[in-house]
């Protein structure tokens, strides 16, 4: 065999090498970049901001706690997501204009901007699709476009507010949804304990640990996980062991009218689980030690044993984070 043989046989030969080698060198600057304890974490921390325009989370906060956007002035968005309850309605289902009831239980507005979609069953696409939902609908606020803007510009104040936030427009609907979906994206929770932890500041303790590691070795965190520990996906209710259940008009079948979205809801954020009871999508289970229970036999196939679920409901407790100023009641 000649020489040039020689060098072209082991030019082959190194290629793979060189390949691996600039790889590896990826692999390390990449991992470079993030916290060596999140580097392989299926949770992800909370930023603690969030860019927004102040003049339009000042008037999405005041159109937040507007009752005039109710058919009969006696509800607004904050009745139903209330910040004393986690953001949530501590009332299994929520309760409209003229003492109207739901069929539903209101999620929390806090960290929603983190959803992937919003309601129970995703209709809509954005927090700003969201906000109009309730005003629409006639058993929550039962307002039309028409009559929420009629009684917001018999208020002067909303005058200077508008004007402020959208500057040289003409508001109309539209606009009201915009501000108080920038209200709501300010909405966050940083610096829960395993934020904190994730980002390397402190340890958990031996308790929190042993529940954090059940939670992801048990197979909770195949629904919740990501920066909002759920709110990413959609999964059925009984995966594994199927339960009879009433979905009430909230899973994605009440949506494309496919058998496959039958019982099929989006998964519900974590964070803050100790503020937000009732939890499913009905507010039919207010014992939150139950809902672990009921959730490893069905959606994950098994029985928890007491001990379990005591863990993870110990590491439940260092989802909870801080309530931005802004969040409170004028």
């Known amino acids: 065999m000649t020489e040039a043989n020689y060098k072209h046989r082991g030019l082959r030969k190194a290629r793979p090498l060189a390949a691996l080698r600039y790889a590896i060198a990826c692999l390390a600057m ?33 159109l937040f706690f ?27 289902v929520s309760i409209g204009v003229h003492g109207r009831t739901g069929s539903l ?82 909405l966050i929770t940083p610096n829960s304990r395993l934020d904190r ?48 259940i009433d979905a009430a008009g909230a899973d994605r079948y009440a949506l494309t009218g496919n058998e496959f979205d039958r019982n099929r809801f989006k998964v519900p954020t974590l964070r803050n689980i100790l503020q937000t009871a009732p939890y499913l999508h009905d507010g039919s289970q207010s014992d939150l030690k139950k809902i672990v229970e009921l959730m490893g036999y069905h959606n994950l196939g098994f029985r928890l044993k007491d001990e379990e679920a005591d863990l993870i409901l110990v590491f439940f407790q260092t989802l909870t984070g801080e309530t931005p100023e802004i969040a409170h009641r004028q």
């Open 197 to 244: 932890y994730l980002r390397g500041e402190i340890q958990l303790t031996a308790s929190e640990s042993e529940g954090y590691r059940l939670f992801k070795q048990l197979g909770c965190v195949t629904c919740h996980n990501g920066i909002n520990i759920g709110g990413n996906s959609y999964q059925y209710m009984g995966a594994l062991i199927p339960t009879e």
């Open 105 to 186: 239980n209101a999620p929390t507005v806090l960290n929603a901007y983190f959803n992937f979609r919003q309601f129970w069953n995703g209709r809509a696409g954005d927090l700003q699709e969201q906000a109009a939902g309730p005003i629409h609908n006639p058993v929550e606020m039962d307002m039309s476009p028409e009559a929420a803007l009629r009684r917001l510009r018999q208020d002067p104040s909303y005058d200077a507010a508008f004007a402020a936030a959208f500057p040289g427009v003409e508001w109309d609907f539209s606009h009201v949804t915009r501000a108080i979906a920038e209200f709501e994206k300010t």
């Open 66 to 92: 507007e009752p005039a956007l109710s058919a009969d002035g006696t509800v607004s968005c904050a009745s139903c997501h209330a910040p004393e309850f986690g953001w949530a309605d501590p009332r299994p």
């Open 30 to 62: 990449a991992t470079s970049l993030v916290h060596p304890v999140t580097a392989f974490e299926p949770i992800r921390p909370l930023p603690q901001s969030i860019d927004h325009l102040p003049a339009l989370v000042a008037l999405g906060k005041k």
